[in-house]
């Protein structure tokens, strides 16, 4: 064809393939006679819209000529080796794209050739053309019979249902303006895939409505650093070039230069570098829009549901999603490489574990939402290269003055001769303070005076962590055009809606049994109407859902009153593990006190604290798992309307339930393991038999260390990788070896490869980023709660993290389908639970710090009781005396090895010696320590956090140079749109003139004609002929010139008839 017709031929062309194949279907439909014309056209998707561009228009005539050899083509689910891979994202005609993927499960099905005597036609479309029926092919002159796809009838009413459903949502996903294509349904049963394409129009359109930012065509130059910044930029730069990722940057050849990003307008088509309309719109950014139009289209006529994720999960649609580039592996051209490929190269292998993010990409390939995910958990793994350096220093600092600490050289010096009072009763002995002189040792690695210090570091680390990704957060806004975004409007939930319908439908019952009585039944004829009365109410009710209505706090009364009897009983049994653990030391310990064998005794300690802590972790990782699904299903009863309040509520909850269960060991160890064992004489026993644990003779300090240590590392080791990568590919053997078992006679190898959506549809679907933001979460509170226990914290977190970002980039790029491009802002929630576990960690550590350490001890006894401003004779300080003679019947130890000859055994407390006038009670000691670690823990609290808050001011949200072209920037677009609107007016002066002045000359022409005959009649020379008007320049005529040229017309008859 020609490109040179005009309009109307372009109208023909699309008709003409449409009576086409309307008149090659009725060859076959000739006995349907309920199938009418009408509904045939419908099922094509590709109709023609006066008002789209023309250009389209051809496209649409191209296909119609492209089938012009009466072969249909039906998508195949191979392709074959030397094809394009790009094809593989396409429809069957291998130019448009597919932008968005339903699959279904459907049940038998057959394909009868000439047997039209079925009750149901389906015919299949992929856009432009009915599938599912074969056209004819002329061999010879002979016509072969068409194959039809028939109906056998769904097994179940409920398919039948489902059928309909999916006919009406697709249908006004047609009207919607989307194209789509279908599979042939070869096979008795199986999955059928649905392929959406977005044309130019519809794209637009909702670019429009979702008010999407793109680039102008204008551009400005940045602003170019000079002097030392500059120097220092550039160094900075090539010290970091081996570290980029070698991803291709649009506009790496104009560094320098910014364009205008302004909100997509159909009216402004003009100021946006429009190259090719197929690639204007990224891949994901046309996900999005198809899967926006996804959710808000509505199935009124068969159910009351809106968007596909009520149908999804009613069981409708089995899932829906975007396709990935293509495939990840590469193909060994790097210019050729797709966006997956180059993320698989550049940041999904472990092999790039050095290399920066590339976290423009990411955004562009996964959306905003998944893009500050990975950017966050960047700036985090960054910034714990200082503090785990710092924590290095502390650690080295502690082993460094080991040998000339003087309480650990008291501790270990045999000639002090301790005797400490015996740890159990009865078969405890008797034992002397220098056996624990590794314990002794090995507490000063972790409660030395760098610890304190070390916390202020980490607590000021914090601030210093959010203040700095506020700012990475605003530059990641303005260079990814989120500046100004506004909040998008959200559908309910399915499950919302379901409510909401039930309740609807027990109002109607109620008013209906309420009308039912007052109902006259007189006359029939007036039932009858009042019947189809009624019918037609309800029919329009169901087809006008009333928005007004919605869910109050009495409908999610009871929802509310089960979340907190639930989380109460969580918390109860956190506890109660807990205890259960400590039931378990005490015992064991017991036990293993009694052995007669001595190598089993001296390891009673190690061998319990050890196996405790395996026990706690084990826990730990079952009830994590349990509170997970505890947690989803509390904020379902709670019926939250939107998807971003049922995350938040989720989130919430799901944190407060793993923060419990990962913390409770811990802060049993730090805050109340030993403070209510009682002392020698007066023990607190448990079960009236077992006595509460103490702690270590080196304090609690170093049994808090090794639980925060293995606790930390196991649950890392575990579950945030052992699990990532374990239960995914489980899942994907199990669904294979299901796909098998379900149709083992239908899977025949053939060569070639699989399109793109099978291979996709095989991936584990995306669920969230909340399983990854919550390992990172409890992380940062071992980072900060109680690093004042445990210095070398920050550097097992930045090994796990280094480790932990590729692996997520591998399940994300390789494991997982694409996920929906959903934009955002800022992390939401989670910020807020960052900071407020920042602000808790000062306190934290403060009381650690003072009452888990003996650091405050140490200088009450250095700068009040010694007598030589030294640390000499602070152990003997610490321990307070008890007469043997005192102990309660049958707790003595039964054989006692240090003789028979022991007054007086020693205890670690601040109380009164038996000789006292008040023995055993709390000594002025103990009162002047307590005074001075609640001292120091106001004093901590209230200088850290205004060291916090100077931090926090002194760093800027916005950086300097980002506020400088946000405003620069709202200059240039004002400028720009009022240079607009200057030249619009002067263009419409400029043809008022123009049409002024052809009224003006026409007129006088007009008078000129009218004067002629009157000269014609007076006798005179004939005037001398005048030169020839000079020849106007043909330009577009404007709406308004045509208008006049309407309402001249009449006049300008009239003048000619007069003049003749």
């Not at 502690?398 to 001769?417: F, H, K, L, R, Y």
């Not at 006595?691 to 304090?699: D, I, K, L, N, V």
Request: proline share 5%; hydrophobic share 40%; glycine share 4%.
């Amino acid at each position: 064809m020609n490109k040179s017709c005009s309009y109307v031929e372009v109208n023909n062309c699309v008709l003409n393939g449409v009576s086409t194949a309307l008149s090659e279907s009725s060859s076959i439909c000739s006995d349907l006679k309920e199938v009418s014309e009408i509904e045939v056209m419908s099922s094509i998707s590709c109709t023609f819209d006066p008002s789209d561009f023309v250009e389209e228009s051809w496209h649409l005539c191209d296909n119609m000529l492209q089938t012009s050899d009466n072969k249909v083509h039906v998508a195949s689910n191979l392709m074959d080796m030397d094809q394009d891979p790009r094809k593989r994202l396409c429809f069957a005609d291998g130019r448009r794209k597919v932008d968005y993927v339903l699959v279904y499960h459907y049940r038998k099905r057959s394909s009868i050739r000439g047997s039209p005597s079925q009750h149901r036609l389906s015919i299949i479309s992929n856009g432009s053309y009915p599938l599912g029926v074969k056209e004819k092919e002329q061999e010879g002159g002979k016509d072969e019979p068409a194959e039809v796809v028939v109906d056998v009838g769904p097994l179940d009413p409920a398919d039948g249902e489902k059928i309909m459903i999916r006919e009406e949502f697709e249908g006004n996903l047609k009207d919607a303006g989307l194209e789509i294509e279908h599979d042939k349904e070869n096979k008795a049963h199986g999955h059928a895939f649905i392929r959406l394409h977005a044309p130019w129009q519809v794209l637009s359109r909702e670019a429009e409505f979702l008010k999407i930012k793109v680039p102008t065509k204008k551009s400005y130059e940045l602003r170019e650093e000079k002097g030392l910044a500059a120097t220092m930029n550039e160094v900075w730069r090539k010290l970091n070039q081996p570290f980029q990722p070698k991803v291709p940057h649009p506009e790496q050849e104009h560094s320098r230069t910014k364009f205008l990003s302004h909100c997509f307008s159909r009216d402004k088509l003009h100021l946006y570098n429009i190259k090719s309309k197929d690639t204007f719109f990224d891949n994901a950014t046309r996900s999005r829009i198809v899967y926006e139009i996804l959710r808000r289209t509505a199935c009124t006529r068969t159910c009351q549901t809106m968007g596909i994720t009520t149908l999804i999960a009613n069981g409708v649609y089995d899932s829906a999603f975007p396709l990935h580039d293509g495939d990840f592996h590469p193909s060994g051209q790097a210019e050729g490489k797709n966006d997956r490929q180059l993320l698989h190269d550049e940041w999904a292998r472990y092999g790039a574990f050095y290399k920066y993010q590339p976290v423009d990409l990411i955004r562009k390939y996964f959306g905003e939402k998944i893009g500050l995910y990975f950017a966050w958990l960047g700036v985090y793994t960054q910034l714990l290269i200082p503090a785990s350096v710092v924590g290095i220093i502390v650690f080295f600092y502690g082993w460094a003055t080991v040998e000339t600490n003087i309480p650990s050289q008291e501790m270990c010096d045999e000639d002090q001769n301790f005797t400490m009072c015996p740890l159990c009763d009865r078969a405890c002995d008797y034992w002397h303070l220098s056996t624990a002189c590794g314990t002794a040792r090995a507490s000063h690695l972790f409660d030395n005076p760098a610890t304190v210090f070390f916390a202020v570091f980490m607590s000021l680390w914090a601030a210093m962590f959010l203040e700095n990704w506020k700012r990475r957060q605003i530059s990641l806004n303005y260079s990814w055009d989120l500046t100004g975004m506004e909040e998008e409007e959200e559908h309910p939930r399915p499950k919302y809606e379901t409510i909401l319908l039930q309740k609807r439908q027990r109002k109607k019952k109620i008013t209906k049994n309420k009308n039912e009585p007052e109902r006259a039944v007189d006359e029939s004829g007036e039932l009858g109407k009042d019947k189809w009365r009624q019918r037609l109410l309800s029919a329009m009710a169901a087809g006008n859902p009333t928005g007004h209505e919605k869910l109050t706090w009495r409908d999610r009364l009871p929802g509310y009153l089960i979340n907190i009897s639930s989380i109460l009983l969580m918390f109860g049994v956190t506890c109660s593990a807990v205890f259960s653990v400590i039931i378990y030391r005490i015992t064991i310990s017991a036990l293993m006190a009694m052995s007669p064998d001595p190598e089993v005794k001296s390891n009673v300690r190690v061998t319990v604290t050890a196996t405790a802590v395996i026990i706690n972790l084990v826990v730990i990782l079952i009830l994590d798992e349990i509170y997970g699904m505890v947690a989803a299903w509390l904020t379902e009863l709670e019926i939250p309307k939107t998807e971003t309040n049922f995350e938040e509520r989720l989130i919430l909850k799901a944190f407060l339930l793993k923060f419990m269960n990962a913390y409770a060991p811990i802060f049993y160890v730090a805050f109340f393991k030993g403070r209510f064992a009682g002392r020698p004489g007066d023990y607190v026993y448990v079960f009236n038999d077992y006595r509460m644990e103490e702690c270590a003779p080196g304090g609690c300090l170093i049994e808090l260390c090794i639980q925060l240590s293995i606790i930390m590392l196991g649950k890392q080791l575990i579950q945030n990788n052992i699990f990532e990568i374990g239960i995914p590919k489980l899942k994907k053997l199990c669904r294979t070896l299901k796909d098998k078992e379900r149709a083992p006679k239908e899977i025949v190898e053939q060569s070639g490869r699989r399109q793109q959506w099978y291979l996709d549809y095989d991936l584990e679907p995306f669920n969230g980023l909340t399983p990854e933001y919550m390992e990172m979460i409890i992380q940062f509170g071992f980072v900060t709660l109680f690093v004042a226990s445990f210095p070398l914290a920050p550097l097992f977190a930045l090994l796990n993290n280094v480790i932990e970002i590729r692996l997520d980039a591998k399940k994300f790029v390789t494991e997982l389908r694409r996920p929906n491009a959903i934009r955002a802002k800022d992390i939401g929630i989670w910020y807020n639970i960052l900071s407020g576990l920042g602000k808790f960690s000062v306190i934290i550590n403060a009381f650690v710090i003072a009452f888990t350490s003996d650091f405050i001890p140490r200088l009450v006894y250095q700068y009040m009781y010694s007598e030589t401003g030294t640390m000499h004779g602070f152990i003997n300080h610490t321990l307070s005396y008890f007469n043997v003679s005192n102990f309660k019947p049958g707790t003595v130890p039964s054989i006692s090895s240090l003789g028979k000859d022991i007054a007086f055994c020693r205890y670690k407390d601040y109380r009164e010696p038996p000789w006292s006038t008040e023995p055993y009670h709390f000594s002025k000691q103990y009162w002047s320590v307590l005074a001075a670690r609640l001292g120091f823990v106001i004093l901590f609290q209230n200088l850290v956090i205004t060291m916090s808050m100077l931090v926090a001011w002194v760093i800027p949200d916005v950086p300097k140079n980002i506020s400088e072209q946000l405003k620069k920037e709202k200059t240039l677009l004002v400028d720009v749109f009022l240079n607009e609107e200057k030249e619009k007016l002067q263009l419409i002066q400029s043809l008022f003139s123009r049409d002024l002045t052809q009224e003006h000359q026409d007129e006088q022409k007009v008078s000129d004609q009218t004067s002629l005959p009157l000269q014609q009649t007076q006798p005179g020379p004939l005037p001398p002929t005048s030169s020839p008007a000079p020849c106007t320049r043909p330009r577009a005529a404007s709406f308004s010139q045509f208008t006049r040229q309407m309402s001249m017309s009449p006049r300008s008859d009239i003048t000619q008839h007069t003049a003749v």
